[in-house]
Each structure stands twice: as structure tokens, then as C-alpha cells.
């Protein structure tokens, strides 16, 4: 009877010495921080099971011209790997303290083609106060070709973090790769059709895609859901002289009032979201699709 | 024998100036070398720990030996200063790791160490008290620093201009501390360490002020255009960088083009490390790559050299203080001759005489040996600390 309980006994420590390694092992997730969402979908996607991966800027909030709080800027110097876009993208990170050997500027790999703009034009819009597009242009991922590049970066500081995991990182990388190239390639194809075509778009972050897609882009400094006023429209048709536009990029669905006034000037609206943030429904690629879809009908 | 010592003893408290003197000069000869010995294999220590464990170091052209002093020691000599593109130069390889050093600034006589958080981590120094430093204008201090200037986290500390007649120079950032290191017994102790951006903007390279575009004081507007506004000296400039002004401090021009006195550098193996110091050796580049070990190497065997005619002094200067001990000694027994004369008519020996005079040699001689035992033990235990001040 007490070698029955000796044996159980011995059979329990070792089960418990079995296990605990796998405890450690499943402990080795590495924590990754990014500073918007399509960087926190790229990762997620290659990362996969090995990474968690922590994106902290509130919803409503475009991250551009986030500040973080100390608190949040403590969990971002604790984090293994900071995703950073880099193109003068995450301003906040000028005034913090990071350390530079875990952090990634994604964008790096095409540095010396990034777009300057010469703008002092600032405006407000949501909680994040004034703010000017001036500088560089940042909305990097809209050339779908430098989003790949991004996703290569994140995947190498990956591998770097954690080498064993090397064969599913580049798995999901080459499925990510696949899907933004295929995006690449159908709105190359679609745009194409008619290079250099007119367009207006109602905000400055389309640099990237215009530059790509071969599109002939002026841009406005207006928001979705906010009337632009008079000066603005005013604006607009002085642009419209001798550029027949005939449709506007939206960064989310505009006022119906503005989209009305717009088809009175022969203008249709259409969205083509950056998407800075978490959409509501879906993610960055099936929102992506929905914008090539959304560019299909102006080139029809 | 306890008579002979009784009677040797008193001889010595009667002549204290004599025995002074005798123990002075004896002390002195055995504790000097001793203390020398124990000081400089406590720098060869110290400089040779923290040479082994920092890898290479990127610095510009010129005295190898100021850039290693000043990267790993952060002594006052700065070498020239090189750009902040270095760092970016060594992270393109994807052979090394690299760490900026800007050690060129004092705050309370201790040196402002600008850098990343990765330092800490390389030198695997932990916070003792309160938490790392997050914002710009924040700093960390050595437990030394804090020891000795009796500051906590909470407490602020103050940049000091480089020059006292400097009145259109730098202003000073009066900086929060946010933490103090755990004692590390290296350098680390004598420092204030903050973000590398906090360095630039303590050199000016970075400033806050109130917004020149929507002011409503015309009096700090020197011309405006729709396209630009210049402020005169009149516009205020904050000195310390609080949650409120923070947003307003920028840093003027191309961090690449900022600057640096160093880059800590960490090769991934040492076929990495083989590599990029091949990239250094050509011409045309206006750095240099020096591993700290073989600086300091060179250091100690010039140290060792010195230190041999140290010891040749110190014997020579031993053997003329017996000689003149032995001097002394035999003055004195002239100089006793009625004492002497006194106590052979007393009846005693002249083995007596030997064994009065041996004992006080022996007095002599162990409160010499215990003195010098004292002053060993202390130099032995504030070594790290008279090698630090000292030394590096």
C-alpha cells in the first residue's frame, strides 16, 4: 500500500517535471507594441500564435498625432519589439525615451524614396488638437508594394526575436505578401486603364498611392463628418479650373450634405480608407479590397 | 624580557618627538608601495572589467585613449564629436548592435551620460529607487550621485554651462529624476544618465518656447510672413521640460547630422566583429573603430612601466631611510653613552644593553606594522572608490 503511494508520488513530480518546461516554453510569447493598425495586422498575421501583439492608441483617435500617456509609454519601453512606421509618422516617439535596439522602423528598407511635402497648413480634427501633414508624407501602406516591404521588416525583427519560430513567420509572411502584392497588382491594372486620371481626395494622405498608381491627385484638408465651409468650397473651385475631376477620395463615408453638394459640382464621392485604426467591421485587407473595389467603378 | 620592554617602553613615550619620527619614516616606507600595489591592481581591475565587457567603440580619428576614457569611464577628455548618421551606418551593416554616447556635459560636477535605454540593458544596470526614465527632460542617477548630493527620485538636478562667462550660450535644463541606479561599483555610480535627446536639447540643439505662430504678444516677433515667423531674444525659452510644455520642445535640423563622442558598438560574433572593423580601416572614412581591451592593455603596460621605476624609487628611497634609521640608531647610543655608562655600573651585561636597545627596535617596529596594517585595511576598503577619484 505505501509503495502504491510512493509510486503515485513519483509519477506525479515527474508529470510535474514534464510539465513545467512546456509551461516556459509557452510563456516565451514575445510582446510586440505598434503604432497603428496596419502594422499591428501585418504583425499579427506573421507573428500568428508566438506574438502578442498590442496596438494602444484609442479607437476614435487618429494615431498619427496620438500622444501616448506615461503609463502607456512605460509598457512600450517593457515591450520586446516596438513597431515603429517610421516616414515622421509616430511624432510622440521625438519626446520619449525608447530603446533603440527593439525598436523597428518598418519603412526604413525605402527611406531615401519617401515623399516631402512643403505645407504650414494646420487644422484640427478629433481629440489630438492641431496638426499640420506638412514634412513627410506618411501613409505609407497606400502603395501596397511598400506595405510588403514593411511586412518584410516585421518579419525579419521577428526572426531576429525568436529564430525558432523562423519556418511559420516566413509561412505567414508569404501568405501576407501574396494577398498585399495581388492588391498591388489589380489596382496597377485598374489604374492603368486611364493613367494620370483627375482626382480629388479630401484629405493629404494619399501621396503614396497616387505616386504608385499613376494618379493625379489634388488634395483637400477636409474631414468625413464635418462640413468644410465656405473658404473650403471656395477652394474647390478654384482647384476644379482646368482639372476635370470628377470624383473625390473620402478617407471614411462623408456627410450626405457635402456628397449632394459635391454631385451638384458632377462630383461622386467614394471611400478609400487609410485605415490609421482598427476598422468596426473587418480587417486592413478585407478593407483594402473594399477600396480597390471602390476604385474599380472609377475606372470602369 | 618584559623588564627590557618595560624599561624600552618608557624610554620611547619619554622621547615622543624621536619615536614619532622613527615610526613615521618606517610606516611611510612599508605602506607606501603596499598602498600603490593594492590601488593599481584595483585599476587594472576596474579598467580591464569594463574594457572586456564593452566590445568596440566608433569614434573620430584621433587619441584612441581619450575616446575609451571618455565612452567608458566618461572622463572629462571628450574626444571630437562624430554624427549620429554613425549609428545608423553600423545598424545598415545588420552586424553589430550599436549604442550612442554623448558624454560631454556636468551637471553638479558629475557627467550628463546621453543615451539609449539600451545601455542599461547592456550593462545590465538595475534601478534601485523609482523608475527608469521615460520623457524627454528626465534622468537617472548613479547611486553615488545620489549618495553623495543626498538626491532621490522626485528631486531635479541642473545642467551646468560649460563655461561661466558663456551668458549667450546654452541654458541650463533643470531635469526631473526619475530613478537612481542600484550601485554597480563601476562609472555608472558617477553619473547622470539621460535620453540621447535630452543631451541635444541641453546643447541647444533642441528647445521649448511659447507658440510664435498664435501669440498675442507682437513684442517677441521680430518679422512675419505668411510663411514664416521670426522671434527675437525676447521669446521665451523653457528651461525645464514639464507635461505642459512638452509638446512645444522640437529639435532643430537632421537628427542624423546631430552629435555624438561615441558608439558603443556589439557584433553579433566575432565574424561580424572581424568585418565592420575591415569597414573602418579604409581611408576615407572619418572614424575609427578601437577595441577598448586593447587600448587599455597598452594603458596598463605603460602603467606597469611606470610603475617599475615606481618601485625602483621606492626601494632606493627605503634603503637611504634604514641606512638613515640605522643612523639615527647609532647616534643615539652615542648620544646615551652616560645612560649606557649608568647601567654597566649598575652590574648589568653588555647583552643587557643589546637586549634594551633590540626591544625598542621591536616597539618601534610593531607600531609601524600596526599603523601600516590600519592604513592597508583602509586604502583596501575605499579602494574602488580612491581608484575611481584617483585613477580613471
Not at chain 2, 581591475?45 to 567608458?72: F, H, Y
Not at chain 2, 552629435?259 to 557584433?267: A, D, G, K, Q, W
Not at chain 2, 647610543?333 to 626591544?359: H, M, P, Q, Y
Request: with cysteine; aromatic share 8%; hydrophobic share 45%.
Amino acid at each position: 500500500m505505501r509503495l502504491n503511494k510512493l509510486l503515485r508520488l513519483i509519477l506525479f513530480f515527474s508529470v510535474l517535471m514534464l510539465a513545467l518546461p512546456l509551461q516556459v516554453n509557452a510563456e516565451k510569447k514575445i510582446t510586440v507594441y505598434t503604432v497603428n493598425y496596419p502594422l499591428f495586422y501585418f504583425a499579427k498575421r506573421i507573428g500568428g500564435e508566438h506574438v502578442n501583439v498590442i496596438f494602444p492608441a484609442p479607437p476614435d483617435v487618429d494615431p498619427a498625432f496620438w500622444t501616448p500617456d506615461e503609463s502607456t509609454v512605460r509598457k512600450y519601453q517593457q515591450a520586446d519589439l516596438i513597431l515603429l512606421n517610421g516616414a515622421n509618422y509616430e511624432k510622440w516617439t521625438k519626446k520619449v525615451s525608447l530603446p533603440m535596439l527593439r525598436t523597428v522602423d518598418t519603412s526604413r528598407s525605402f527611406k531615401a524614396t519617401l515623399i516631402h511635402i512643403e505645407t504650414s497648413v494646420t487644422h484640427s480634427h478629433g481629440p489630438g488638437g492641431d496638426h499640420s501633414h506638412g514634412g513627410t508624407a506618411f501613409t505609407t501602406w497606400l502603395d501596397f508594394s511598400q506595405a510588403a516591404l514593411q511586412a518584410e521588416a516585421i518579419l525579419k525583427s521577428f526572426v531576429r526575436k525568436t529564430p525558432e519560430h523562423r519556418q511559420t513567420f516566413a509561412d505567414n509572411f508569404a501568405a501576407l505578401e501574396a494577398d498585399l502584392l495581388q492588391l498591388d497588382e489589380r489596382l496597377k491594372a485598374i489604374t492603368a486603364q486611364k493613367t494620370m486620371f483627375p482626382l480629388v481626395a479630401s484629405h493629404p494622405i494619399y501621396q503614396y498611392l497616387a505616386r504608385r498608381y499613376y494618379l493625379d491627385l489634388k488634395m483637400m484638408v477636409w474631414e468625413p463628418d464635418a462640413d468644410p465651409g465656405r473658404a473650403e468650397w471656395q477652394k474647390l473651385k478654384k482647384q476644379l479650373k482646368g482639372f476635370p475631376a470628377l470624383w473625390m477620395l473620402w478617407e471614411g463615408e462623408p456627410l450626405a450634405e457635402s456628397a449632394d453638394r459635391l454631385g451638384d459640382m458632377g462630383i461622386s464621392s467614394i471611400v478609400f480608407a487609410p485605415c490609421f485604426s482598427k476598422p468596426k467591421q473587418g480587417d486592413f485587407m478585407s478593407v483594402m479590397q473594399q477600396n480597390v473595389q471602390n476604385m474599380e467603378k472609377i475606372f470602369k | 624580557m618584559i623588564d627590557s620592554l618595560y624599561l624600552a617602553w618608557r624610554y620611547l613615550t619619554y622621547n615622543k618627538i624621536k619615536t614619532f619620527i622613527l615610526v613615521a619614516c618606517i610606516t611611510t616606507i612599508a605602506a607606501l608601495p603596499l598602498s600603490l600595489e593594492i590601488l593599481l591592481k584595483e585599476s587594472e581591475r576596474q579598467l580591464a572589467l569594463r574594457a572586456e565587457t564593452s566590445p568596440l567603440l566608433i569614434g573620430a580619428k584621433g587619441s584612441a585613449l581619450d575616446l575609451v576614457m571618455n565612452s567608458l569611464y566618461f572622463s572629462d577628455e571628450m574626444p571630437a564629436p562624430i554624427e549620429m548618421a554613425a549609428v545608423e551606418q553600423v545598424m545598415d551593416t545588420g552586424l553589430a548592435a550599436p549604442i550612442p554616447l554623448y558624454v560631454r556635459f556636468h551637471a553638479r560636477g558629475y557627467p550628463i551620460v546621453g543615451t539609449t535605454l539600451d545601455y542599461f540593458e547592456f550593462r545590465q544596470l538595475q534601478i534601485g529607487q523609482g523608475e527608469q526614465f521615460g520623457m524627454l527632460g528626465q534622468c537617472v542617477i548613479g547611486a553615488e550621485v545620489a549618495r553623495q548630493l543626498d538626491l532621490q527620485p522626485g528631486d531635479s538636478i541642473v545642467s551646468s554651462p560649460e563655461t561661466l562667462f558663456d551668458i549667450a550660450g546654452i541654458y541650463p535644463l533643470k531635469m526631473t529624476i526619475t530613478g537612481v541606479l542600484a550601485p554597480s561599483h563601476s562609472a555608472d555610480d558617477l553619473a547622470v544618465f539621460v535620453d540621447i535627446m535630452t543631451s541635444w536639447v541641453i546643447q541647444g540643439l533642441g528647445h521649448g518656447h511659447q507658440d510664435v505662430t498664435t501669440t498675442s504678444d507682437s513684442s517677441v516677433i521680430l518679422k512675419k510672413n505668411a510663411a514664416n515667423v521670426t522671434a527675437n531674444a525676447k521669446l521665451m525659452q523653457y528651461s525645464e521640460i514639464t507635461k505642459e510644455n512638452i509638446e512645444s520642445f522640437h529639435l532643430h535640423g537632421d537628427q542624423a547630422s546631430f552629435p555624438l563622442t561615441s558608439v558603443l558598438v556589439i557584433p553579433n560574433d566575432q565574424k561580424s566583429s572581424a568585418l565592420l572593423q575591415g569597414r573602418y580601416l579604409e581611408r576615407e572614412t572619418h572614424y575609427q573603430v578601437v577595441r577598448p581591451k586593447e587600448v587599455i592593455d597598452a594603458l596598463m603596460a605603460t602603467i606597469f612601466k611606470i610603475r617599475n621605476v615606481l618601485d625602483a624609487v621606492i626601494v632606493l628611497v627605503g634603503i637611504t631611510t634604514l641606512l638613515a634609521l640605522a643612523l639615527v640608531f647609532s647616534l643615539s647610543l652615542r648620544l646615551r653613552e652616560s645612560e649606557i655608562d649608568v647601567i654597566f655600573k649598575l652590574g648589568c651585561n653588555r647583552a643587557t644593553i643589546a637586549r634594551l636597545l633590540g626591544a625598542e627596535i621591536l616597539i618601534i617596529i610593531m607600531i609601524s606594522t600596526t599603523v601600516c596594517l590600519g592604513l592597508l585595511t583602509l586604502v583596501a576598503h575605499y579602494d574602488q572608490i580612491l581608484v575611481r577619484n584617483i585613477f580613471i
